[in-house]
């Protein structure tokens, strides 16, 4: 397994920008798949954006796309999530996640190493 933890939350204005980052260990990271999830308050967690294993390969929802970008760097054993034009809705605890995956997973059940999350608030 994946051992995950998360860095770069914070408090911003609406419009802003935020860059989370994973810090990984474990010699699986190479092969694993990483997504980021958020859980807002009050509301079910869900997945933010994926990357594969090799970086060539994305995932976004709908809600995020065009603003958000995920990326890794494997030789730093990191992973990345960059967040612009923020808004109030975006407020969420964000979680790092890999998965011993092919491609890029889309649901939770496939994602078995979890970080302890980082708070992201953004004001309106």
């Known amino acids: 397994q994946v051992q995950l933890v998360e860095s770069g939350g914070g408090l911003v204005q609406a419009g802003g920008s935020l860059r989370l980052s994973c810090a990984a260990s474990?010699?699986?990271?190479?092969?694993?798949?990483m997504g980021w999830f958020r859980q807002p308050p009050w509301k079910e967690r869900e997945l933010v954006a994926a990357?594969?294993?090799?970086?060539?390969?994305?995932y976004y929802a709908d809600s995020v796309k065009g603003r958000f970008t995920i990326s890794r760097d494997n030789a730093r054993n990191a992973a990345y999530l960059q967040m612009n034009s923020l808004k109030p809705e975006d407020t969420a605890i964000y979680y790092c996640?890999?998965?011993?995956?092919?491609?890029?997973?889309?649901?939770?059940?496939?994602?078995?190493?979890w970080g302890q999350g980082t708070q992201v608030t953004v004001s309106s």
């Open positions: 474990g010699r699986a990271f190479r092969t694993s798949a």
């Open positions: 990357v594969n294993w090799g970086g060539d390969s994305t």
């Open positions: 996640a890999a998965a011993r995956h092919f491609g890029v997973p889309t649901v939770s059940a496939a994602f078995g190493s």
